[in-house]
């Protein structure tokens, strides 16, 4: 079981909008910046969103990350069937001194 | 670009050995922590150890500390993991990142423990 919640599967259909939240505590998520993962299938995975809510030079601002106390949420909105993939959220946690992560939400594209 | 290139993975038998190494390009490596992270088949990811930029300070995740030893060389720009002990359950793609908290992964190598 993992540290960070995340829902197991999400799914919408093209050009909609869709969130995937994940939830922690205050030592992980509640005190630390929290950043998410896109993996495609066979892929290894890359950054998505970092310090909560930037974006890497190249991400489409279709990906947007928020926080409010101890869960955050990504949304991808103007869905295309290329965003289907696992998406995981991460954290350093402070009472584990471990990074944790999300169980991973599986992102269907209808 | 950064450059991530994971070598030494392959297919082990249980309480046997194993080391890791990760050749890291197109950043000053010496200026980061690094990592490393696991992926079991059909599972999420699960982070293992890392490194302060000078080697002196380490964390390592409960289940992997006493057999995992992550190290580098800096003027070698190379990261590594030594693994020993090792279990059917850490059949995993192991996979080399930047920072702590990922910014940028390799492409993951493959360690299988099995008979």
């Known amino acids: 079981q993992s540290v960070l919640t995340q829902p197991p599967s999400v799914s919408a259909a093209p050009g909609q909008m869709v969130t995937i939240a994940c939830s922690g505590a205050t030592f992980n998520i509640g005190h630390n910046p929290v950043s998410w993962y896109q993996q495609l299938p066979e892929t290894p995975p890359k950054l998505l969103i970092y310090?909560?809510?930037r974006r890497p030079s190249g991400i489409p601002d279709r990906f947007s990350g928020s926080k409010s106390g101890t869960s955050v949420t990504l949304a991808i909105t103007g869905l295309q069937t290329g965003d289907e993939a696992d998406y995981y959220c991460g954290c350093w946690d402070n009472s584990l001194s471990v990074v944790v992560f999300g169980g991973g939400t599986k992102l269907t594209v209808l | 670009e950064v450059l991530l290139v994971e070598s030494g993975g392959g297919l082990v038998q249980p309480g046997g050995s194993l080391t890791l190494s990760c050749a890291a390009s197109?950043?000053?490596?010496?200026?980061?922590?690094m990592a490393w992270v696991r992926q079991a088949p059909g599972k999420g990811l699960e982070w293992l150890a890392n490194i302060r930029q000078d080697g002196d300070q380490k964390y390592y995740l409960a289940s992997v500390k006493g057999r995992f030893t992550i190290s580098r060389d800096n003027a070698q720009n190379s990261l590594h993991l030594q693994m020993s002990s090792l279990r059917a359950e850490d059949t995993a793609v192991y996979y080399c990142?930047?920072?702590?908290?990922?910014?940028?992964w390799g492409h993951g190598i493959l360690v299988s423990v099995s008979p």
């Open positions: 990142v930047r920072k702590g908290l990922p910014d940028n």
């Open positions: 310090d909560n809510d």
């Open positions: 197109g950043f000053t490596f010496s200026d980061y922590w």
